[in-house]
C-alpha cells in the first residue's frame, strides 16, 4: 500500500512539474476606433504566435501597425518593442495588451533601459516640416529649383494623408483638353464659385482661387514627373453628372513610389521618424526647427525659409472638439494622424488663429455600432449612395441627400 502510494505521490509531483503546455492569452485594450484585442500563444515559455485584431481600427494608420507589431512580437518575444509610428494610439494599446498577456501567460521579460540618441544639428536653404502630400512635391520643386532641402517627417513614410486620395481635381488640364477639346462645359470660374457656395462661404477666398487656377499646372507638374493619370469615367457623385470630369487619377501606381525617387535624385534630405516640436526665428531672420528624433535624441535644422506641411490637426482631440463641438465629435468616426503641432508651431510664431475647420466626408456611425466594424463602411457608403432619406428629428426631410459629400 505505502510502495503504491509513494508511486502515486510521485506520478503526481512529476505530473505537477511539467512545463505547462500551449496556453492562449487574450487581453483587449481600448484602442483608436474601439477594442484591440492581443491573443497570445505560449509553448514551455516560448511565444508561437500572436494575433492582434481591432476592427474599428483605420486601415491605412493602424491596420498597418496591427500585423506590424503582431510579427515584432513574435520575432523579439518580448513585449517591449518600438511603436508604429503615425499609429500611436493603437501602438499604445497593442503594446499594453501584450506585456498584461506576456505577464498572464507568466512569461518573464525584463524591461530594456530606454537609450537616449544624440542631438544633432543640422543647415539648409529650405526645411519643410511634414513629408505628406504637399511636403513631398514642395520639397521636389525647390530642390528642383536650386535649395538644399530637409525634410521632416515624424511616420516613416512619404505622402501622409495623401496615400489614401485616389486622385485630385483640377480643371483646364491637359487631359481635359484632350478629352473635351474647347468645349470644356464648366470652367474656372463655375468650380471657383461652387467650391466657394458649397463650403458653405466659410473658405478662404484667395486659396480657393489658388487651388482652382493652378490646379491645370499642378496635373502638369505631377505628369512631368512620372505619375500616370486619366480622367475617371463619372463624377464622384451623382450631384456632378452631366459636369465636366474634374477628377484626375493616378494610374495603377501611388504617386508617393515616383515622388520618393525624385527626393533621392535632388538630395532631399528626409529625416523620418522626427517629429518637429518647436519653430524658432534666430537674430538673423533664419529659423531653427527643434524635433525629437525616434530615438528620443534632439535634432535643430537651421534654415533660410520654412515651408510648414503638417497636414491637419484630426488627432489632436482637443482642436478637433474646438472644431466640432463636443457633440459631433462624440458621434463622429475620425482619421486622426497629425496633431496640429504644425499649427501651434504657427500661431506660437504670431500666425494669426483663424477657425478651425474640417474636412467631411460621408457620415456614418462608429465602428462600435456593429460587431464586425463594418458599421461605417457600409452606413458611409449607402448616405452616398442615393436613393435614402435624411430627415431631421421632426421626421422632415431637410436636404437634397444626393448632395450629400458637397454640403455635408
Ligand atoms: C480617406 C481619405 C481619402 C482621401 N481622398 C482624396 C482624394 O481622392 N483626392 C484628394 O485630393 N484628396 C483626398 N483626401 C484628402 C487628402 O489626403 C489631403 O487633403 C492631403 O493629404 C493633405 O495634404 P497635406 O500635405 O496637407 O497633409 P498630409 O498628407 O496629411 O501630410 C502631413 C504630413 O505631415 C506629417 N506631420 C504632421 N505633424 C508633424 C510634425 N509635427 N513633425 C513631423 N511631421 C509631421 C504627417 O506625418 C504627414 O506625413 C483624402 C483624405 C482621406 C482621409
Redesign the pocket.
Known sequence: MKKILSLALCLILAFCACPALAETVSVTEEGFGGDVTLTLTAEDGVVTDVQIEGPGETA?LGGMAMPALAQAILDAQSPYVDAYT?ASVTSAAVLTAAEKAFAEAGIEVEAPEAVVGEDEEAACDVVV????????FASVSAAENGAKVIG????N?????????????AIDSVLQKERYGDDLGSDQQYWFEHIFDRTQYLGNGKLIRTLVSESADTVQYVLDHDIEMYLSAQPQQIAHFGETIV?HRWNNTQPFVHMAEYIEKNDVDVRFG????KLEQAEDGSWNVI?TKEDGGKLTVNAKAVIM????FAGNEAMMREALGDDVYEAAFV?G??????LQ?LYDNGAAKGELLT?N?GVGPRAASTPDGGGIKVATQLTMNTPILWVNRQGKRFMNEDLLKDTV
Not at 152 to 155: F, G, K, S, Y
Not at 157 to 169: D, R
Not at 337 to 342: A, R, Y
Request: charged content about 10%.
Open positions: 491605412e503615425g516640416i511634414g513629408m505628406g502630400a504637399s511636403g513631398t521632416i517627417e515624424m511616420t513614410g512619404l505622402g501622409g494623408m495623401g496615400n489614401a486620395a485616389q486622385g485630385m481635381f477628377y522626427t517629429h518637429a516640436d524635433c506641411s503638417t497636414g491637419s482619421i494622424g497629425c496633431d496640429g503641432t504644425g508651431m474636412m466626408h
